[in-house]
């Protein structure tokens, strides 16, 4: 049968992983974090001290292919470690934002991602699930916010979870990983061309979920 995928795109901290959860939990169906994929890769490579260039990018496309992966109980485990964490800190963004550019690895990943498709639905978050992953997905929304804006929650959410760094060195990350996921040549960061565009800068959580299900109803 024919699995329906919703796909949400957009910039770092635009909100898309939390507007994918709460969508997949209010319809019932399959979450897919693309990120947390090349996060692992990124992880995985520093785990086995290979550095996350395109010089090794044939070792780098191995890793994201055979990447040990265990998701249990809301934890998400590389082999035999707990990465829960590790995988959600700035670096590990950053690290995923380098290895991502590189085209095997994209194509490393591609499978795993196409697999994540099962009854009832799927939604899906990243960059380009709209554009290369899912291209015949019946509702894509590209989300976005101002940079101030979400380097601003990206500072909420840290210092929530007790991690001190500055707004200004946020802001500059947002932007560096900005720039080089737009300006890469593989599968840049871009709306598809039939993607619904959603500036969430003046929205709620809830008022972004409203809007993608009042789109994904009117579909039907
Ligand atoms: O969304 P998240 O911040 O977890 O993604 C981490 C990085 O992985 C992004 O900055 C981007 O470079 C890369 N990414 C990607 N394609 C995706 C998802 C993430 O290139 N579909």
Redesign the pocket.
Known sequence: ADVPVICI?GP??SG??TLAAALAARLGWHYL???????LTGLAARRHGVALDAAHEPRLAELARALPLRFADGRVWLGDEDVSEA?RAEQ???D??????LPAV?AALFEL?RGAARLPGLVA?????GT??FPAAPLKVFLTAGVQERAERRHRQLQARGVSVTLESLRADLQE?DA??QA?AT?P?KPAPDALLLDNSALSIEQSVEQVLAWWQARQ
């Not at 974090?33 to 996060?39: C, F």
């Not at 978050?125 to 699930?129: A, I, L």
């Open positions: 795109d770092t901290a898309k992983g974090d693309s990120g947390a994929l090349y996060r995988i590990a963004g950053m995923a934002s380098r290895v991502s550019a994209r991602q978050d990243g960059r380009d699930m290369v992953i990983r080089r996921d890469r599968a960061l």
